[in-house]
């Protein structure tokens, strides 16, 4: 089992940076790829970055690549998620999950944070 703790949220605005960090407890956090979703007032919440347990394979949603980088350090059982260029549209919850398959698709992750909120002033 994982528990997950994000944290590094705020306000920020347009073309801005932040850096947002997943904590994780548990001996087995190398053994779990990792994903970054995010979910908007009224919308559902959708993928946004993963990670292999290596570090070696990111991934993107086509709306961040380029803007967000995706990192993970097993020594501290801590991933991370470097956000620059933020538009407005960026401004939701940021949660971090755990899945034994490197997929996009929300129902493979089996644990959850409690999620973040980023917001983007215009």
């Known amino acids: 089992q994982v528990q997950l703790v994000e944290s590094g949220g705020g306000l920020v605005q347009t073309g801005g940076s932040l850096r947002l960090s997943c904590a994780a407890s548990g001996r087995t956090f190398s053994t779990y790829h990792m994903g970054w979703f995010r979910q908007a007032p009224g919308k559902e919440r959708e993928f946004v970055s993963a990670?292999?347990?290596?570090?070696?394979?990111?991934a993107y949603a086509d709306s961040v690549k380029g803007r967000f980088t995706i990192s993970r350090d097993n020594a501290k059982n801590t991933i991370y998620l470097q956000m620059n260029s933020l538009k407005p549209e960026d401004t939701a919850v940021y949660y971090c999950?755990?899945?034994?398959?490197?997929?996009?698709?929300?129902?493979?992750?089996?644990?959850w944070g409690q999620g973040t909120q980023v917001t983007v002033s215009s």
């Open positions: 999950a755990a899945s034994l398959t490197l997929a996009t698709a929300l129902n493979q992750y089996s644990y």
């Open positions: 990670i292999s347990r290596s570090g070696i394979t990111p």
